[in-house]
């Protein structure tokens, strides 16, 4: 449980102060769980009331061990569990108050005990959301979202459902949209990812063909490890592009 509240940098002692870390350093000591997380998704978790860092007198961000903590929660919430901001901002207060606050869930959770995600039917499960909660959680109305299936950016399941990672494509449009990058724009991107998918679903395919259902299951995890390399070498390629190299 969250003991300490958020701003819990701000009482003054000389050993709290020099526990304090930069925005620099906390991203740092973010990466390795969470190595997509950037400055600017920080400071968007700030405006948006998720964690509150001290200011110093010329309007540095300096973030206790109680703000990074809160963060890292966030960060994990989001990741695992496919939550709206809002409320996860909720459960994180609920919990600072000393109340009992069960996990909320947009997703299907797992069978217990199944570390591989393999129901009874030994078919992975999958964390799906409703039209109304992808909304939500990416903070668009329903105009913009028809917009991006337009394009292909996210596309509806059969039942009309999205998959959870479309909350994820969501937010990242939305930020990319902050630099004037149109959905338009990102078409090349989505038939750079589907390539890719394609290459990864080749190596799989004959795991998942598979009759046991642990090769099965091995065939999902070895999916995400692929996925995971894909999405690295992408991202070095843009850099050794540009000539630049991210933090």
């Not at 003991?3 to 973010?30: F, K």
């Not at 509806?156 to 959905?183: C, H, K, N, Q, S």
């Not at 099965?216 to 995971?228: F, I, P, S, V, Y």
Request: glycine fraction near 8%; charge should be negative.
């Amino acid at each position: 449980m969250l003991q300490t509240p958020r701003g819990g940098a701000g009482n003054g002692t000389a050993a709290e102060d020099r526990r304090l870390m930069s925005i620099g350093a906390v991203l740092n000591a973010l990466r390795d769980e969470f190595p997509e997380v950037t400055i600017s998704k920080i400071r968007f978790l700030e405006s948006e009331g998720l964690i509150e860092p001290e200011r110093t007198p010329s309007g540095y961000r300096k973030f206790s061990p109680q703000d990074v903590e809160r963060l890292g929660h966030v960060l994990r919430m989001q990741r695992d569990h496919y939550l709206p901001l809002k409320v996860i901002r909720e459960h994180l207060d609920a919990l600072e108050r000393g109340e009992r606050a069960p996990l909320p869930s947009l997703g299907q959770p797992r069978e217990p005990g199944d570390a591989w995600g393999v129901s009874d039917a030994d078919e992975p499960t999958a964390a799906r959301v409703g039209r109304a909660e992808l909304l939500a959680a990416a903070e668009i109305d329903a105009e913009q979202l028809a917009d991006w299936e337009t394009y292909g950016l996210i596309v509806p399941l059969p039942d009309g459902g999205y998959d959870a990672e479309a909350v994820t494509v969501a937010a990242l449009v939305v930020e990319l949209g902050r630099f004037g990058i149109e959905p338009r724009h990102l078409r090349a991107m989505k038939s750079a990812a589907e390539r890719e998918a394609g290459l990864v679903d080749q190596v799989v395919a004959p795991l998942r063909r598979h009759r046991n259902p642990q090769t099965r299951a091995h065939a999902e995890a070895r999916t995400k490890e692929l996925a995971g390399l894909t999405g690295k070498l992408h991202s070095a390629l843009v850099q050794s592009a540009l000539g630049v190299r991210l933090p």
